[in-house]
């Protein structure tokens, strides 16, 4: 049975087993206010999903991971409809997300109704990398 349920501070080792890109203060913050989401299968964690508000007022899908094993079968697809529909509940009309251009996650944001709308270049040489492309979602 797949679920959805809000992060929990009980997920800390689940989640950097997947997400080894936030500071442990941003975890904390994450369970704190909500932005944050675990995806189970039959109670075991196979996905998750986080956000902050771009502006201060758009939510911005900052990363969304599903186990390798559990990829390509809709799961990713649940937890991002689940998330949208919270945002809507919560009163926001619009979403982003991104993602690299080497990646193929642009096309799976792209099947799911997401525009592309921009990107940058980080060419900053500690933290260089590919374009990150933008997208967003009208959902007012």
């Excluded at 936030?22 to 998750?48: A, M």
């Excluded at 559990?70 to 979403?95: A, I, P, S, T, V």
């Excluded at 690299?100 to 996650?105: H, I, L």
């Excluded at 792209?110 to 260089?128: N, S, T, W």
Aim: proline share 4%; aromatic share 16%; net charge neutral.
């Amino acid at each position: 049975m797949l679920k959805i349920r809000y992060l929990t501070a009980s997920d800390k080792e689940f989640w950097y087993r997947l997400d080894k890109h936030l500071p442990e203060t941003e975890f904390e913050n994450k369970v704190r206010t909500k932005r944050g989401y675990i995806l189970l299968l039959d109670e075991k964690p196979i996905g998750l999903l986080r956000y902050n508000l771009f502006w201060d007022n758009t939510p911005f899908c900052t990363m969304l991971f599903v186990d390798q094993e559990y990829q390509r079968k809709g799961y990713g697809k649940h937890l991002m409809e689940y998330w949208e529909n919270d945002m809507k509940m919560q009163g926001y009309k619009m979403l982003l997300t991104s993602t690299q251009v080497d990646e193929e996650a642009q096309h799976f944001y792209r099947k799911l109704g997401y525009k592309d709308c921009g990107g940058f270049v980080i060419d900053v040489p500690e933290y260089a990398q590919p374009m990150e492309m933008f997208f967003l979602k009208s959902i007012g």
